[in-house]
């Protein structure tokens, strides 16, 4: 059953976005923060990160590169911290799926809730957050 949805929307590089809509990875790590707090659409860019296929599980690689251009999922963005550590960044670790040496002074964690995959639907992505409104067909828990 489709339904209506309107959120703003982060781009992602692949094989991440996919990631994030199977909630493998909970927090999406950036260089800025946001003071935004609510519905959070996921988007898989076009671009592909080639180094994280070394840390990927296999799975979530193969589906992803079927995955480009498209709304994947919708969550709740909960709360957006600095990582002022490589510590604390390696505590994360499990949730953001980063190997330390992407931790840099500056880092942000986007905590993500109520992850939700959906149908994909295809859509041109924008740097930043953007708005997205149109009907979605969530996937069966």
């Not at 963005?77 to 390696?90: C, G, P, Q, R, S």
Request: net charge neutral.
């Amino acid at each position: 059953m489709k339904q209506r949805v309107t959120c703003r929307v982060l781009t992602l590089y692949q094989p991440w976005a996919t990631a994030v809509a199977l909630r493998l990875k909970t927090i999406e790590t950036r260089n800025w923060g946001t003071r935004y707090r609510g519905a959070l659409g996921i988007h898989a860019g076009k671009r592909w990160d080639k180094a994280a296929e070394a840390f990927m599980p296999r799975e979530v690689v193969e589906r992803a590169a079927g995955e480009r251009g498209a709304l994947l999922a919708v969550a709740t963005l909960a709360d957006v911290f600095e990582y002022a550590t490589a510590e604390t960044w390696k505590a994360e670790m499990g949730a953001h799926l980063c190997p330390l040496h992407y931790w840099e002074p500056g880092k942000h964690g986007w905590r993500l809730e109520e992850i939700r995959g959906i149908v994909p639907v295809p859509i041109s992505g924008a740097m930043g957050l953007w708005n997205f409104e149109g009907e979605v067909e969530f996937m069966e828990e």
